[in-house]
């Protein structure tokens, strides 16, 4: 299994920026598919985006198209996603997830590892 750890949450006001960085170690893969999904208090998780190990290509909910930008570091088994614009509807907790390059990129059940989270909060 994968292990990950999400940095890089806080509180900023609308039209500001943010990164996320997740670390990623022990059983990777570059077979592997990398996710972000949040989740707003009092709603379920939802898809984020997503990013392929292999050949980095991207996939982003239309909530955050043209606004997140999520990237790779292979050497570093890092990823990163990159908020601007934000939203406070984009308020959530943002979590990490890793998994199979199979199935679809937005399901939860195609992740099988999960970081802890971390917490973004947009004021208006």
């Known amino acids: 299994q994968v292990q990950l750890v999400e940095s890089g949450g806080g509180l900023v006001q609308a039209g500001d920026s943010l990164r996320l960085s997740c670390a990623a170690s022990?059983?990777?893969?570059?077979?592997?598919?990398m996710g972000w999904f949040r989740q707003a208090p009092g709603k379920e998780r939802e898809f984020v985006s997503a990013?392929?190990?292999?050949?980095?290509?991207?996939y982003y909910a239309d909530s955050v198209k043209g606004r997140f930008t999520f990237s790779r570091d292979n050497a570093k088994n890092t990823v990163y996603l990159q908020m601007n614009s934000l939203k406070p509807e984009d308020t959530a907790v943002y979590y990490c997830?890793?998994?199979?390059?199979?199935?679809?990129?937005?399901?939860?059940?195609?992740?099988?590892?999960w970081g802890q989270g971390t917490q973004v909060t947009v004021s208006s």
């Open positions: 997830s890793a998994g199979r390059d199979i199935g679809l990129n937005y399901e939860i059940g195609s992740y099988d590892s």
């Open positions: 022990g059983r990777t893969s570059r077979s592997y598919r």
């Open positions: 990013i392929r190990w292999s050949d980095g290509n991207s």
